[in-house]
């Protein structure tokens, strides 16, 4: 008995000595067309809406091509003057990074083509084969380079569309100034991309849902594959169960392969990839679904540092599931 009265003396100490939480603050709104959803520890007693509101606003300024003024539509319309901002070459120089080691796969040159596929700003232009021909002169990391603050293109005709990663990098670039300002605790979403630090409200680390990805799921949350326990790493998905356009009776879907000028047709239905950033997380994700599975394997295997999570459909009509090790290790829930 008295050996147990100390062990509960010292525990109810250590609790004690533990700082209180202080209460979490909930911000929603939309940004670059989508939602976001964001949780932070009040430590400071701070409402920082409006900071938020903000920084994404002058983001949308550097990357949206949806804004006629960014800097990156400026540059897409050729302006000689246009000099680009920190967020930009953080980008730029990111892009260039997966388009090398996925040989190809991500590259933010396709504007062109994502643009004649209606996947872009801009009506769908025309999709035949002839004319996507034509645009894959426009398309490669190699037509494009940042000399300090200004981007050098071999034509006019190449045009930059940074969609899949720049949704990602928004992510950190919220994430640093939670950062500046000392939170440790949070969690920031943006149109379904993901970083976490720290725990929620009840102290535990938190819970992210990776969707089912079959037809009409349409609502992010709704049905969902697994449940990962995400410890200070980011995350971000990418599928195309969901965005696609129908024309006679052939489903295109949103993930164009740079090198065909054509959506990428493969068994893979989602890819969900786990990193440290989610700049990162969200290129490589777009990357592996334009390899397909045995691929996106293999490039896996070169990675370090980052865990991956596929749903990949099989010739019985069914789907598959590939999971890295230590994404294993994550789940908490799998359906």
Request: include cysteine; hydrophobic fraction near 35%; glycine fraction near 8%.
């Amino acid at each position: 008995m008295k050996y147990t009265s100390i062990v509960l003396f010292f525990l109810v100490l250590i609790m004690a000595c533990q700082p209180k939480k202080s209460e979490y603050h909930r911000i929603s709104g939309f940004a670059q067309g989508t939602t976001y959803n964001i949780t932070y520890e009040n430590s400071n007693n701070e409402d920082y809406t409006f900071d938020i509101d903000s920084i994404l606003k002058a983001f949308d300024k550097s990357l949206s091509i949806y804004d006629s003024t960014s800097i990156i539509s400026r540059i897409n319309d050729n302006e000689p003057a246009v000099e680009v901002d920190d967020w930009f070459v953080d980008v730029f120089q990111k892009s260039a990074e997966i388009n090398a080691v996925s040989n190809g796969a991500f590259d933010i040159t396709v504007g062109p083509v994502v643009k004649a596929w209606g996947f872009s700003n801009g009506p769908v232009a025309r999709h035949d084969t002839s004319y996507i021909d034509s645009l894959l002169q426009y398309v490669g990391m190699e037509k494009v380079k940042l000399e300090g603050r200004k981007v050098i293109k071999k034509s006019p005709g190449v045009k930059l569309d940074v969609n899949a990663l720049a949704q990602g990098y928004s992510v950190d670039v919220v994430c640093d100034f939670f950062e500046s300002k000392d939170i440790q605790n949070y969690l920031v979403e943006i149109g379904g991309e993901i970083r976490a630090k720290g725990t929620n409200a009840k102290n535990n680390f938190w819970h992210i849902g990776i969707d089912k990805p079959e037809e009409g799921n349409m609502t992010p949350g709704n049905k969902l594959e697994a449940i990962i326990e995400l410890q200070n790493k980011a995350l971000a998905t990418s599928g195309n169960y969901r965005k696609f356009f129908e024309e006679n009776g052939v489903k295109y879907a949103h993930t164009i392969d740079p090198k065909t000028g054509f959506p990428a047709r493969n068994t893979l239905l989602s890819a969900t990839v786990v990193c440290d950033d989610c700049c990162t997380a969200d290129a490589l994700a777009t990357s592996f679904m334009v390899l397909g599975v045995e691929k996106s394997k293999e490039l896996f295997n070169r990675l370090k540092g980052v865990e991956v999570y596929f749903v990949y459909s099989n010739n019985k009509g069914g789907y598959e599931i590939y999971s890295s090790e230590g994404l294993k290790k994550m789940i908490v829930e799998q359906n």
